[in-house]
């Protein structure tokens, strides 16, 4: 069986959404992916062990929030390379952190639903840079 990549299930999602003309409020495809080209991965391999972690955070202004924490091991030392420890690690934070994404944005959109918040509804629904923060 073949794995799809959550991006290409966004993109066809995001096909299918606009074939039906749905247009009610929602998070587009490319917010999210403006947000996720913001992300920063830092890896750190565990003394002693095979086990490397990644961790996605998404610099907003001072602030690095974290998104997802995963990790990578091999069962045998002889199979540890640290490049793809990383390299994999990385992809599955890469693939975590964008789901936490789609739920965290898709609150932050039901709650200005919910206020009649049509500016912030607006932002979410346009691309914007993390790290132009609006002070409340």
């Known amino acids: ?20 003309g749905l247009n009610a ?13 913001h992300v920063e991965y830092k890896t750190h391999i565990v003394e002693g062990t095979t086990t490397t972690v990644a961790v996605a955070v998404l610099p907003m202004g001072t602030v690095d929030f974290t ?19 990383a390299k994999y690690a990385i992809e599955k934070a890469a693939i975590t952190a964008r789901n936490k ?17 049509v500016a912030m509804q607006q932002a979410i629904q346009e691309s914007f840079d993390p790290n132009e923060t609006v002070n409340s």
């Open 1 to 20: 069986m073949e794995t799809v990549e959550d991006n290409s299930m966004d993109t066809r999602m995001e096909a299918d959404i606009n074939q039906l």
């Open 25 to 37: 409020p929602r998070v587009p495809k490319e917010h999210i992916d403006n947000l996720m080209s």
């Open 67 to 85: 998104l997802a924490i995963e990790s990578t091991a091999c069962v045998d030392k002889s199979n540890f390379n640290a490049q793809l420890g």
């Open 101 to 117: 994404l789609w739920e965290l944005e898709g609150y932050v959109l039901a709650l200005c639903v919910h206020n009649n918040d």
